[in-house]
């Protein structure tokens, strides 16, 4: 059974900077696809990241390209979302998923992804 555990949210000015970390079964790694999403209250899930863990290949939203990397560790047990140069608009609860059919790995194909974790929060202001 895949399982995700999501830590590392918290609060920070804007152009601070926060690693988020995802601690998942040793199934999750034989996903074709894994990545981050988060959600605001009364906005739709947003895409952020997607990583094939067999090749390792990336894809980001346009919003945070060039900002945020995602990356596997090599033990296979964790998943990262590196955060820098945060912003406002960068605010709410973070989700790490796992489970969507490799052809389709983008960060626009939330619905496709079969296991989520539980969220951590994310929290940009002055």
């Known amino acids: 059974q895949v399982q995700l555990v999501e830590s590392g949210g918290g609060s920070v000015q804007p152009g601070g900077s926060l690693r988020l970390s995802c601690t998942v079964s040793?199934?999750?790694?034989?996903?074709?696809?894994m990545g981050w999403f988060r959600q605001t209250p009364g906005k739709e899930r947003e895409g952020v990241a997607t990583?094939?863990?067999?090749?390792?290949?990336?894809y980001y939203s346009d919003s945070v390209k060039g900002r945020f990397t995602i990356s596997l560790d090599n033990t296979k047990t964790t998943m990262f979302l590196q955060m820098n140069s945060l912003e406002p608009e960068d605010t709410g609860l973070y989700f790490c998923?796992?489970?969507?059919?490799?052809?389709?790995?983008?960060?626009?194909?939330?619905?496709?992804?079969?296991?989520w974790g539980q969220g951590t929060q994310v929290n940009v202001s002055s």
């Open positions: 998923a796992a489970g969507a059919p490799r052809l389709y790995c983008s960060p626009r194909n939330d619905y496709l992804f079969k296991n």
């Open positions: 040793e199934d999750a790694f034989k996903s074709d696809c």
């Open positions: 990583v094939k863990p067999t090749t390792t290949q990336t």
